[in-house]
């Protein structure tokens, strides 16, 4: 059973520190990983793909890939009372898998 | 992207009926996917909707439960079938263009079986 997981929340951040939201997956031989956000009552948004090892900025996100720990973390600087969701992390093997999602707040 | 649109958006329904949901794509796409998402828990994928064959439904998902059609490269419906109140929940549609790439996502329709 493939497998990804997140810590469900809720993460309180205060405004303008550095949200850090972490995944794990269990199917080492996944080669696409996405960040999706939802706020309450809407559906899941991209903000963030990562294919290979190491960082990818989109300007205040960065996500990060190491696929020797099978870990994807997602950095948001400048927290924002707006960030504020469930931030969700998906994983492609043959299809996309995802997490359970991890509650976001950020404190004004 | 693709710019996803599915109705209806919200219904109530009567346990026993049917509901049918549909979800257009503003341009053809090589995968459309339905997904469930119950209150408070991720998505679960229900099955891949095949453009002119029978749908490839996960584990759990039948297809005389939930009767799908993909008559094109831009439209999908999903049928709920025999509705029960555990049958209340989020629908969601999802389209990706090609191997590898990300998924977008239909507004969603909010099931509600009484």
């Known amino acids: 059973q493939k497998e990804v997981e997140q810590n469900s929340g809720p993460l309180s951040v205060p405004e303008g520190a550095i949200a850090s939201l972490n995944c794990t997956y269990s199917d080492r031989g996944s080669q696409s990983f996405f960040w999706y956000r939802q706020y309450s009552g809407k559906s899941p948004e991209l903000i963030m793909s990562i294919y290979s090892n190491g960082d990818k900025e989109d300007g205040r996100f960065t996500a990060q890939l190491n696929k020797a720990s099978q870990y994807v973390s997602l950095l948001i600087r400048d927290s924002q009372p707006s960030d504020s969701a469930t931030y969700l992390c998906?994983?492609?093997?043959?299809?996309?898998?995802f997490g359970k999602g991890t509650r976001l707040h950020i404190l004004p | 992207s693709a710019v996803i649109s599915q109705k209806p958006s919200r219904d109530i329904c009567q346990r026993g009926t049917s509901l049918t949901i549909q979800c257009q794509v503003d341009?053809?796409?090589?995968?459309m996917f339905w997904y469930r998402q119950q209150p408070g828990q991720s998505l679960t994928l229900i099955a891949t909707a095949n453009q002119g064959s029978e749908a490839t439904y996960e584990s759990g998902f039948v297809i005389d439960k939930f009767p799908i059609s993909r008559p094109n490269l831009t439209f999908s419906t999903l049928t709920v079938s025999n509705m029960s109140p555990e049958d209340s929940s989020i629908y969601l549609c999802?389209?990706?263009?090609?191997?590898?790439?990300?998924?977008?996502f239909g507004q969603g329709t909010r099931l509600t079986v009484v």
């Open positions: 341009s053809q796409v090589t995968m």
């Open positions: 999802s389209a990706e263009d090609g191997a590898n790439t990300e998924a977008f």
């Open positions: 998906a994983v492609r093997d043959d299809k996309i898998i």
